[in-house]
Structures are given as structure tokens and as C-alpha cells.
């Protein structure tokens, strides 16, 4: 495995969603994680430690918000940017609520995904 490969998790309870996005960012070099709930979301983030997180708003249990922010209250994961997602029409004020540091409206195309992950690597 490449060591200097980029991280990302990706927090979503659609397989279809998660199976796109693996494959478009394996494909551009991402080591990609996938989980379908943000249980244990702290440990699994500390152990992975990846470079960016996509944070969808329904995920099981807690729900997107209250994962974000529990990643944020964590000093040493909050410099991970997480990129909210969701197809709620709300997105940008649910990802300021959140605390996200960009977001991703679904559906979405390639190049949105490239954009808004170049965003927020570059802050």
C-alpha cells in the first residue's frame, strides 16, 4: 500500500453512494474508508487519521451534526476539514451548523467532488 496515498473517510448509509465515491477516488490515488454509521467516530478517526472526511447528514446513530461536532470538539482531529453531504435542501446551513468546513450537495458529479475536496484540503 502507498504510503504517501491521501486518506479519506467516508461516513454514509447508502452503499450505492459509498461504491461511486470508492471507486472515482481510488481511482485518483485516495486510500478510501467506508462506514455506514459514526459510531465510535472519534476512535475511528484517530486511528485511520485521514486527510478529509465526507460527513453525510443521516448517517446512523447520532446523525451527521452531532458527529461533525464531536470531530471538531476533539483537539486532535478538529483540523481535519469535513466535507458535509446531503441531499437536504438546508446543506449549507446544516454544514455551518454542523461545523463542516465545506459541503457537497447530492447528487453530485465528479467535478463538484474534485472542487469542494481541493477547498478545503488547501485551508
Known sequence: MNKS???IVIFDDDEDI????VYILEEQGWEVYT????NNIVERISEIKPDVILMDNWIPDEGGIIATQTLKKEESLQQIPVIYFSANSDIQLLAEHAGADGYLAKPFDLEELDRV????MVK
Not at 35 to 38: D, E, I, K, L, S
Request: glycine share 6%; with cysteine.
Open 5 to 7: 496515498a491521501k486518506k
Open 18 to 21: 459509498l461504491s461511486i465515491c
Open 35 to 38: 462506514y455506514t454509521n459514526c
Open 117 to 120: 475536496i481541493g477547498d478545503v
